[in-house]
């Protein structure tokens, strides 16, 4: 098993002036642990899962671009981009930009999208969730055109909801064949179709609920004939190794379970990243255990 550290609360007990300085040091030490990615929400008000709308949050994919320049192997991946929140073609391009400036490090993660005031407070666009799975495959279409060959794919395009005259894109994404794609969601009628057509990894909810979610993604890829092998299955979590290290056991006793019911990456936000040791800790004694799980 692989894991992924998530960034998703910015409450940092420092001012603005020091979130740089903080956030080269998480990711400069999430690199050295061995996460294997490092995400960031993409979301300009703090989710209610995490705590109040008016919470500090960075815009993430700014966020991203930083942490290209504080890291060298580390992958990027927005987890994940609401697929309303930008237009198709410029998401290929500020994918295809983080790509070419981080060494072919960049992930493209997408969803449909579940934070409606957020989007309504901002003037976003978010159209109902029907639109929103159009816009979802459109966008991958779009971003598969756009890294296609040393140019992107040059011909227009007609989707669903949206239209292209010309796909170019230049320079052109690192990453070969391009950068993998990431699907969040676990709908079973609607986001799995499309994990098993288009994507390279899925992230799922945790629970007990995972084996049925993959059996089912599983009978999708064979209908498409996609390998299923092929897809990477992530979840996300949440990193809590204690003060000094008291809960590695419990949380290595988690991170097995989900291992067992078919789940490869877990891309989790370690508890009070910003003192480091944490992340230490789970470099020492977390990622070392579950690398053979």
């Given amino acids: 098993m692989k894991l992924g550290l998530h960034i998703n609360d910015f409450a940092w007990p420092v001012p603005p002036s020091e979130f ?12 050295a642990a061995g996460f294997e990615v490092i995400g960031v929400m993409d979301h300009v008000w703090q989710h209610p899962y995490a705590g109040d709308a008016a919470g ?8 991203l671009a930083f942490l290209a320049g504080a890291t060298r192997t580390a992958g990027l991946l927005a987890l994940a981009t609401p697929i309303s929140y930008r237009f198709p073609g410029m998401l290929a391009k500020t ?30 666009p978010y159209p ?73 990894a899925c992230n799922i909810q945790p629970g007990p609920d995972i084996p049925k979610t993959l059996d089912r993604l599983r009978e999708l890829c064979e209908a498409e004939g996609r390998d299923y092998d092929a897809i990477l299955k992530t979840c996300p979590w949440r990193f809590d190794v204690g003060e000094g290290g008291e809960n590695v056991p419990a949380l290595i006793d988690q991170l097995r379970g989900f291992a067992a019911m078919g789940i490869q990456m877990v891309v989790g936000r370690v508890m009070d990243d910003y003192r480091i040791s944490p992340i230490e800790i789970m470099g020492r004694e977390v990622i070392p255990a579950v690398a053979e799980l």
């Fill in 56 to 63: 500090p949050v960075l815009e993430a994919y700014s966020t």
């Fill in 128 to 200: 109902p969730v029907a639109a929103r799975y159009e816009l979802l495959e459109d966008t991958v279409q779009i971003c598969l055109r756009m890294w296609e060959g040393e140019r992107g794919d040059e011909q227009p395009y007609t989707g669903k909801q949206v239209r292209l005259e010309r796909a170019l894109n230049l320079p052109q994404r690192l990453s070969k064949p391009h950068p993998p794609i990431l699907i969040a969601g676990s709908g079973a009628r609607r986001t799995l179709p499309l994990v098993a057509r288009y994507a390279d």
């Fill in 95 to 124: 994918v295809t930009t983080l790509d070419v400036l981080s060494g072919g490090r960049a992930w493209l993660g997408i969803g449909v999208g579940d934070y409606e005031a957020e989007a309504r407070g901002l003037g976003i």
């Fill in 20 to 31: 740089a300085e903080t956030l080269s040091g998480i990711g400069q030490a999430a690199e």
